[in-house]
C-alpha cells in the first residue's frame, strides 16, 4: 500500500514475482523462501514423548531444511538514484481510508459528507480512490496504520476506529494525533472475557477468584497489547503477563491465557467458544483522526471545510439512526 508516497521500498510476502507485479510494484530481491515448519518448544522435546505426533508430521514431504538466514542483496551498483518525484502541492490534503469491516461505514460516512469518491463504496475499493473536491488525495491503507501514519506526516486525516488511536496514544502518549469527530459506525464493545465456566459475572469477583486460587501470574492476551497493558494496571492486577496475538483470539481462554482483552459487536463468537465478557470498557466507534501540526493556511482551509462536513455528516446520521 505504501510505495511509491509513503515509502521506497517495501518488504512483501509473496509466492511469485509475479504477484508483486500485479500490485503495480517491482522485485529486486528475494530475502527468504518461506514454507510451514514444524515448531515445537525445546524443553518439551527433552521431557515429554511426542513420537506420537511427530512421526506422522515428519513422514511428509519436505527438504527439511530451514532457511535460517535471510539472503541479503550484494551492495546497489552505481551512484545513488535521485527518490522518485511525487507531483503534489504542498497545500493538498492526504485523506486515509480504511479496508476490511470498517469499509462499510466509511462508505457511509463519505456519502453522508457528500464526498463523491471513485473506487471507494460499500461494493469494493481501489488502493488510489479519486475524489470530486480539489486538492483532496486519498489512499486506503489498514486501519491500524492510520494513526502512525497520521502522526509521522504522511497523511492529514483518516477515518479510522478508536480502538487503534487508543492503542497508538497509550504507546506514544505525545504523538501528534488526536479525534476530531465520532462519525459513530462501526460500532463495538472493547471488553474483558473469560471462560464461560468462570464463576464470575464481574472483573472484581474474577479478581477474587484467582487471588484464592494461588494465580501468581495473570495472563492478559489480547490483540491490542497497550490497551490491554493499560487495563491491568488500572485495575490493580497484582503480577500480569501480556500476550499480545494477531487473530482468532477466541482459542486462548482458558488454556493458554486467563483474561481476553477483545472486541465484541454481538456476542455470537464468544457463545460459540464458551466465553463471556464480564466488562464491556469502552465503545469504539469509527472516527476522524487528524494532526496536531499547524498546516499551511491554504491546507488549513480545506481541513477545517472538511472536518465541518464530517461534523455534519455525522450529526444527521446520528439523527437518523434515533
Known amino acids: 500500500a505504501?510505495?511509491?508516497?509513503?515509502?521506497?521500498?517495501?518488504?512483501?510476502?509473496?509466492?511469485?514475482?509475479?504477484?508483486?507485479?500485479?500490485?503495480?510494484?517491482?522485485?529486486?530481491?528475494?530475502?527468504?523462501?518461506?514454507?510451514?515448519?514444524?515448531?515445537?518448544?525445546?524443553?518439551?522435546?527433552?521431557?515429554?514423548d511426542l513420537s506420537p505426533v511427530l512421526e506422522p508430521l515428519m513422514s511428509l514431504e519436505g527438504d527439511g531444511q530451514p532457511q535460517a538466514d535471510?539472503?541479503?542483496?550484494?551492495?546497489?551498483?552505481?551512484?545513488?538514484?535521485?527518490?522518485?518525484?511525487?507531483?503534489?502541492?504542498?497545500?493538498?490534503?492526504?485523506?486515509?481510508?480504511?479496508?476490511?469491516?470498517?469499509?462499510?461505514?466509511?462508505?457511509?460516512?463519505?456519502?453522508?459528507?457528500?464526498?463523491?469518491?471513485?473506487?471507494?463504496?460499500?461494493?469494493?475499493?481501489?488502493?488510489?480512490?479519486?475524489?470530486?473536491?480539489?486538492?483532496l488525495e486519498m489512499k486506503v491503507i489498514r486501519p491500524q496504520d492510520m494513526p502512525q501514519q497520521v502522526a509521522l506526516g504522511n497523511f492529514d486525516l483518516a477515518v479510522g476506529g478508536r480502538d487503534c488511536l487508543?492503542?497508538?496514544?497509550?504507546?506514544?502518549?505525545?504523538?501528534?494525533?488526536?479525534?476530531?469527530?465520532?462519525?459513530?459506525?462501526?460500532?463495538?464493545?472493547?471488553?474483558?472475557?473469560?471462560?464461560?465456566?468462570?464463576?464470575?459475572?464481574?472483573?472484581?469477583?474474577?479478581?477474587?477468584?484467582?487471588?484464592?486460587?494461588?494465580?501468581?501470574?495473570?495472563?492478559?492476551?489480547?490483540?491490542?497489547?497497550?490497551i490491554a497493558d493499560h487495563y491491568a494496571r488500572q485495575h490493580h492486577f497484582w503480577r500480569y503477563q501480556v500476550i499480545p496475538i494477531s487473530g482468532a483470539s477466541e482459542g486462548f481462554v482458558p488454556e493458554d491465557a486467563d483474561l481476553l482483552i477483545e472486541g465484541i459487536q454481538t456476542g455470537r463468537t464468544l457463545a460459540e467458544n464458551r466465553l463471556k465478557a464480564i466488562d464491556r470498557f469502552l465503545r469504539s466507534t469509527t472516527c476522524l483522526i487528524v494532526s496536531k501540526r499547524r498546516p499551511s493556511p491554504a491546507k488549513g482551509r480545506l481541513l477545517s471545510q472538511l472536518i465541518d462536513r464530517f461534523r455534519r455528516a455525522a450529526s444527521s446520521l446520528a439523527t437518523a439512526d434515533r
Open 70 to 135: 535471510l539472503e541479503l542483496p550484494s551492495a546497489l551498483a552505481g551512484p545513488p538514484q535521485p527518490p522518485l518525484a511525487i507531483e503534489r502541492s504542498a497545500d493538498t490534503v492526504r485523506f486515509a481510508l480504511p479496508d476490511g469491516h470498517q469499509q462499510s461505514s466509511a462508505a457511509d460516512i463519505l456519502q453522508a459528507a457528500g464526498l463523491s469518491c471513485q473506487g471507494y463504496d460499500q461494493e469494493g475499493w481501489v488502493r488510489r480512490p479519486q475524489c470530486s473536491v480539489e486538492g
Open 2 to 48: 505504501y510505495p511509491p508516497e509513503d515509502a521506497d521500498l517495501a518488504v512483501v510476502a509473496a509466492s511469485s514475482e509475479e504477484d508483486v507485479r500485479e500490485q503495480g510494484l517491482r522485485p529486486l530481491h528475494r530475502l527468504l523462501v518461506g514454507s510451514p515448519w514444524l515448531i515445537a518448544h525445546r524443553r518439551s522435546l527433552e521431557g515429554k
Open 166 to 226: 487508543l492503542e497508538h496514544l497509550l504507546q506514544f502518549p505525545a504523538s501528534p494525533v488526536e479525534e476530531a469527530v465520532d462519525l459513530g459506525g462501526g460500532q463495538f464493545d472493547l471488553s474483558a472475557v473469560v471462560s464461560e465456566d468462570m464463576p464470575a459475572e464481574g472483573l472484581p469477583e474474577a479478581i477474587e477468584l484467582w487471588r484464592r486460587q494461588g494465580l501468581k501470574v495473570i495472563r492478559v492476551a489480547s490483540e491490542f497489547p497497550a
